[in-house]
């Protein structure tokens, strides 16, 4: 068996020559007369391939897509046809055993109004909606949000922010999501919004110019 330090590596120009018509030898000594001749310098080498660029998979409208993870946010875009690509926010919200339960992507919302940004809370389809939804910053304050609707994905909450809501999570650790389970309305669910990374993931986006709302 070939010992592997026997192996020599091949040079380019072998591997060249691998690829022409290989040269008939006489069983008897060679003489100089019946051995290759070395190539003029000015010989054609054979044809190589240079390549091509390998550029990503071309998107559809509407095809979501992460450009980057900040902290424990995602910078999630929506592709758009005319190349401005809308982008948000986003995480998947936990419950206190560490379970993903919900999601919540938050977005800049036109300048002029009374909420500068604003967020779709989705959550499971069993929620009690009657209780609504409730959010709090590192314990602090608590605020109570509608559900607007349902659909196969879940229920949806769509929530506004103030500057100074936004500033709060920009000094927060965590903010707790509350919602209840129809099954046992006794019972409340917590979950955690990480605000880890929130300043800097919200510094990327972009206000829009049109009162567009939030993709969901």
Sequence with gaps: MMKIDMIKPLTIAALFALGAPALAQDSGTATPTDTAETPAPDAEMPAVDMGTEVTSEERVPGQPYVTE?????EMKCLTNPNGDDPCQMYQLLKDEQGNSVAEVSLGKLPKGGQAVSGATIVVPLETLLTQQLTLAVDGGQTRRYPFRFCAQPGCVANIGFTGAEITSFKKGAKSTVTIVHAAAPAQ?????????????????????????????
Aim: glycine share 6%; net charge negative; proline share 6%.
């Design 69 to 73: 993870v900040v902290g424990d946010w």
């Design 188 to 216: 409340k669910v917590n979950l955690t919004m990480s605000l880890k990374g929130f300043t800097a993931a919200y510094d990327k986006l972009v206000t829009p110019e049109t009162s567009d709302a939030p993709a969901q």
